[in-house]
């Protein structure tokens, strides 16, 4: 699967930012879906995740209520809205393919198998 997110930017604290991530090779369907983020000089870390359906979602406690993960089976398309952003949100932004399928627990960057090439967001306070 390859994976190339876009979306991001520079944003005032408070506004909103749609990120995408489209995804071309292996049946996209089949695969759970995740965004990690990386701040400098912080670990990468999951901030949300989508099961193969779309049925079942995951979220970092830091970003609910405030962004929304969706995907577009179709489309072979996964998005995060992130609305309300505050500057800790600053970081580049990372889709993620598993093959394993969904899994709660699978939170951590070598729990998945494909990866797009980042998208920086900056929030500015």
């Known amino acids: 699967v390859q994976l190339q997110a876009s979306g991001g930017g520079l944003v005032q604290a408070g506004g909103s930012l749609r990120l995408s991530c489209a995804a071309s090779?292996?049946?996209?369907?089949?695969?759970?879906m995740s965004w990690f983020r990386q701040a400098p000089g912080k670990e990468r870390e999951s901030v949300a995740a989508i099961s193969q359906s779309g049925h079942s979602i995951y979220y970092a406690a830091s970003v609910k209520d405030r962004f929304t993960i969706s995907r577009d089976n179709a489309k072979n398309t996964v998005w995060l809205q992130m609305d309300s952003l505050k500057p800790e949100d600053t970081a580049v932004y990372y889709c993620a393919a598993r093959n394993a399928g969904f899994n709660y627990g699978a939170l951590r960057p070598g729990d998945y198998d494909y990866w797009g090439q980042g998208t920086q967001v900056t929030v500015s306070s």
């Open positions: 090779g292996r049946p996209f369907s089949s695969h759970a």
